[in-house]
């Protein structure tokens, strides 16, 4: 679909009479409508307010964002290295694994990388392409090797989970990330591999929509406490993620009781199962079955979704993009906090213990099979079943009019009887 902007040509007005400020308004209106057409942005808004109010200019404007329904694939050179992550202890995948890999070093001349742990898997040895191909294939180990700066390109295959591990990988800049449908769920993988081949090379030739998926940057920051070599002092930890953080109350019988804070300033205290601070690729995930809306991926916001709130006026709430929220244990908290970053690396807060979540500069770039609005809304409808139920019938106009016409409300009310007992 073209993405350029629509030029709009001004209105011809009359050398010799003078505009009015209701034809101002109504050309405006028009060009703002003509404008927005393709756009998923809200309209920039003005910066007047009155003849005399405006916003205060300062140096903390934030930069102009570009228009999501714009955002295309380009490479500014030919991509050389791809990732191929797929789904483990799953025989199905095997065979569409080695076609792939095969198209990849022998057609396309690629040098590819999986993990070490695929290359484990007795089940490819009864593959004879993959035997050619095995010693051309360079590895690696999650935790241990750094993808920094090695990988130009991602092809996922599997469910949701291989797109999580994909960006658990890397804690900085992702590459972009093409992701086949051959889970259970699919949300996250739009691409069917039949005719992987041309699918791929439309990706290669830069001929792609992109939806940059927001993360979570989650530190871990933990007081200081005494030990038998005086204090121990532990460094931050870092983490990025794809869907959620999750509070949860772990093992304990007691309701949790945490303290959230925005920005500094402290919102409310959460008692109940624990929290959900999710982002808007997040929220179709473990927030929508706490009850909270869904979110498209382009939105710029951070989820906050109570699990099992001991309240019932606890809702869940959508806040900027850009605060920083801060959870920790509440000073008469009964028990400690666990948390846990995608479904991983779950750790226990104790009292003293801090959690801050604000939003990442590092998107995972995640490549459209159609664009941003079709494959949203495909996944819902597929794998969510959004809005399935059956037809409403139509009413017969026809006999509608002849039921009306045969019993009229005059006839109605007098064939009414009062079955209600007679005073005597």
Known sequence: MDRRPIKVKPRSRSKTRPTTSEEFAADDEDRCVLLRTRSLNAPSPIQQFGPCGRIMKNSAMV????????????????????LVIKKVHDATILAPFVQLVHWLVHDKSMVVFVEAAVLDDRLLAEYGDFTSVKERLMTFRAGTDDLTDKIDFIICLGGDGTLLHASSLFQQSVPPVMAFHLG???????????NFQGQVMNVLEGHAALTLRSRLQCVVLRKSR???????????????VLNEVVVDRGPSPYLSNID????????????GDGLIVSTPTGSTAYA???GASMIHPSVP??????????SLSFRPIVVPAGVELKIAL?????????????????????HGDSLYVTTSVYPVPSICAQDQISDWFDSLAECLHWNVRKKQKQIDELSDLTHSSSDPLEDLDNNHHDERPVDT
Request: overall charge positive.
């Open 260 to 271: 959230l804070f925005l920005d500094g300033k402290h919102i409310t205290s959460v008692q």
């Open 63 to 82: 930069m102009q964002i570009q228009d999501p329904a714009s955002q295309r694939l380009t490479w500014y050179k030919p991509p050389l290295t791809v």
């Open 330 to 350: 509440s000073p008469e908290a009964r028990n400690a906090m666990w948390v846990s970053f995608d479904g991983r690396n779950r750790q226990a807060l104790q």
């Open 301 to 310: 916001a951070i989820m906050v979704t109570p699990i099992c709130p001991h």
């Open 288 to 290: 929508v079955a706490a």
């Open 184 to 194: 259970s769920l699919g949300f996250l993988t739009p691409f069917e591999f039949n």
């Open 226 to 240: 005494d030990d038998a070599d005086g204090k121990e002092k532990k460094k931050p930890t870092t983490i990025l």
